[in-house]
């Protein structure tokens, strides 16, 4: 049994390889992800040092990074509710 696993994975993973390999690569989806976080580390930025939340302060960190990348406005929201809820 081992041995079909192997060879399934050898398989796979080769032809995995070999659609990669073939597709020609595009690295713009890396450039959108990069401003992305640029942006969301800005706007987390403004918005602690810009006094609208006076007395907190949003962490600068990959969770709260990614939520308002992937949120956007939103995402500031729900983190700044989540700091007024728990704190």
Do not use: C, D, Q
């Not at 659609?19 to 706007?43: D, M, N, Q, T, Y």
């Not at 990074?65 to 500031?76: A, F, S, W």
Request: net charge positive; aromatic share 10%; hydrophobic share 60%.
């Amino acid at each position: 049994m081992t041995i079909v696993l192997t060879g399934i994975l050898i398989l796979s993973s080769a032809t995995l390889l070999f659609v990669v390999i073939r597709a020609k690569p595009s690295f713009e989806w890396l450039r959108r992800f990069a401003i992305h976080i640029v942006i969301a580390a800005l706007g987390l930025y403004a918005i602690n040092y810009s006094g609208l939340l006076s007395g907190w302060e949003i962490p600068l960190n990959p969770a709260t990074i990614g939520t308002v990348m992937v949120l956007g406005l939103p995402g500031i929201v729900l983190i700044a509710g989540l700091r007024m809820a728990l704190f």
